[in-house]
């Protein structure tokens, strides 16, 4: 099964500083790979994802991250985080050719400090 | 708003008691999952209907259960709840069940509070 790793749980910065989450995952085969952000009281909402081609994915609200396959990682990157940035961010991860299901992390809480 | 329903979005009930949860996917998915977030395990899969059927289990306790009817909304129904179950669950959809690169939208969940 796939296990997902996201670490600094609670991460706080003012507005204008750069965002870096780390996810890492395990499992030994082809990975399809997600982001989700949970703004305060809503659901998830998909910020970007992987299945396959260029590493470099680029998703809503200026959100990026890079697959790097050998690193078992699909880190999540902004420039410039704003104060509307501030939700609790997830990977997750799901295996082609087997079932669906997602495997997530724990979860980053981004706080923006305005 | 992803297209996804859920209702109710609050449930609030007792120990020993039962409960179901309603779901909707979206338009012209076939897939539903539902998932659990508490703030002790984090986001859990529990189980997932492909076009009725049943396709796949996670940590799902035997006191729960979930169909998906032929209209493709789905039920998850939570027996003798017990404190410990009180999470908010979401439910998500997808066009396929397996195998190709698919995405899961998510709806708003329902907060299930049991004292």
């Known amino acids: 099964a796939q296990s997902v790793s996201q670490h600094n749980h609670h991460v706080i910065l003012s507005e204008a500083a750069s965002l870096e989450l780390g996810c890492n995952y395990s499992?030994?085969?082809?990975?399809?790979l997600f982001w989700y952000v949970q703004y305060p009281g809503q659901h998830l909402q998909l910020l970007l994802k992987?299945?396959?081609?260029?590493?470099l994915v680029k998703g809503i609200k200026g959100f990026e991250a890079e697959f790097i396959k050998s690193k078992f990682s699909f880190n999540l990157r902004k420039p410039s985080v704003q104060w509307s940035d501030t939700a609790e961010y997830f990977c997750?991860?799901?295996?082609?050719?087997?079932?669906?299901?997602?495997?997530f992390g724990k979860g980053n809480q981004v706080v923006v400090i305005p | 708003d992803s297209g996804v329903t859920q209702t109710p979005k609050h449930l609030i009930t007792a120990t020993g008691q039962r409960v179901t949860l309603r779901c909707s996917p979206r338009?012209?998915?076939?897939?539903v999952y539902w998932y659990q977030q508490s703030l002790d395990q984090g986001l859990q899969f529990l189980i997932q209907?492909?076009?009725?059927?049943?396709?796949a289990k996670g940590n799902i306790l035997e006191r729960f259960s979930a169909q998906q009817f032929p209209d493709l909304h789905s039920e998850l129904n939570l027996s003798s709840l017990e404190l410990g179950d009180s999470a908010l669950y979401f439910c998500?959809?997808?066009?396929?069940?397996?195998?190709?690169?698919?995405?899961?939208?998510f709806g708003p969940g329902t907060r299930l509070t049991v004292l």
């Open positions: 998500a959809s997808s066009v396929a069940g397996q195998g190709i690169a698919d995405t899961q939208y």
């Open positions: 338009s012209g998915d076939l897939s």
């Open positions: 209907y492909y076009n009725g059927e049943e396709r």
């Open positions: 499992y030994g085969g082809t990975v399809n």
């Open positions: 997750a991860v799901n295996a082609p050719g087997g079932n669906n299901r997602l495997a």
């Open positions: 992987y299945f396959s081609g260029d590493p």
